[in-house]
């Protein structure tokens, strides 16, 4: 196998693996857990799936977010502008960042998940829901950097995810044409917080 053809296959997935240590790091450090209090390993998928995830405080919840919102953001664009080519067939960066809330969340008692704010979205799944989305999706359309909200025990936060011109040749793909508006996704991070 050539360098070239190794290099796209294996450094995505990589760097992608790379992320995924890093904000396993910051969030424990973010929480202040210890590191060896990790429930005892019997079948690691099922202790991690039934582990009692401490609540954060509505500050805490906040900087986590804000955190795993530039790591998530710095990994998809690192593996889009370096690896990912739209002629091919490979899984597209955002895609394979899900992978990656899936682990996070999984770890944390949060959820993560893309929506389309004012391009198409590329995925359905990534429309925005009724309520917290759809009033983040107008605030982000209009210019703001984040939304946030605290709601039933769950701090929220919706951030802006700029796309680069390699990010609008699929999502605006000639629908829309490019105007002087800065077109964003938005990131959505749930984390459930300590009751006041």
């Given at each position: 196998?050539a360098?070239?053809?190794f290099t796209?296959?294996?450094?995505?997935g990589s760097?992608v693996?790379?992320g995924?240590?890093a904000?396993f790091?910051?969030?424990?450090?973010?929480?202040g857990e210890?590191?060896?209090?990790?429930?005892?390993a019997?079948?690691?998928d099922?202790?991690?799936?039934?582990r009692?995830v401490?609540?954060?405080?509505?500050?805490?919840?906040?900087?986590?977010?804000?955190v795993?919102?530039?790591?998530?953001?710095?990994?998809?664009?690192t593996?889009?502008?370096t690896?990912?080519?739209?002629?091919?067939?490979?899984t597209?960066?955002?895609r394979?960042?899900?992978?990656?809330?899936?682990d996070?969340?999984r770890e944390t008692?949060?959820?993560?998940?893309?929506?389309a704010?004012?391009t198409p979205?590329?995925n359905i799944?990534?429309k925005?829901?009724?309520g917290?989305?759809?009033d983040?999706?107008?605030q982000?359309?209009k210019g703001?950097?984040e939304?946030?909200?605290?709601k039933d025990?769950?701090?929220?936060?919706?951030?802006?995810?700029?796309?680069f011109?390699?990010?609008?040749?699929?999502?605006?793909?000639g629908?829309?044409p490019q105007?002087?508006v800065?077109?964003?996704?938005?990131l959505v991070?749930?984390?459930?917080?300590?009751?006041?």
């Amino acid at each position: 196998m050539a360098l070239s053809q190794f290099t796209r296959r294996f450094l995505p997935g990589s760097i992608v693996i790379l992320g995924v240590l890093a904000v396993f790091a910051l969030t424990t450090a973010l929480r202040g857990e210890a590191q060896d209090s990790a429930p005892a390993a019997q079948d690691t998928d099922s202790a991690a799936d039934k582990r009692e995830v401490e609540r954060l405080t509505v500050a805490e919840a906040r900087r986590q977010a804000k955190v795993l919102h530039e790591v998530y953001v710095a990994t998809l664009h690192t593996v889009h502008r370096t690896y990912f080519d739209e002629d091919s067939r490979d899984t597209i960066p955002a895609r394979a960042m899900e992978n990656v809330f899936r682990d996070v969340d999984r770890e944390t008692g949060g959820e993560t998940r893309w929506i389309a704010v004012n391009t198409p979205a590329m995925n359905i799944d990534h429309k925005p829901k009724a309520g917290f989305e759809k009033d983040a999706v107008r605030q982000l359309a209009k210019g703001e950097r984040e939304f946030e909200r605290i709601k039933d025990g769950v701090y929220q936060r919706a951030g802006a995810v700029s796309l680069f011109a390699g990010c609008t040749k699929c999502h605006l793909s000639g629908i829309r044409p490019q105007q002087n508006v800065r077109s964003v996704a938005g990131l959505v991070i749930s984390i459930p917080v300590k009751a006041d």
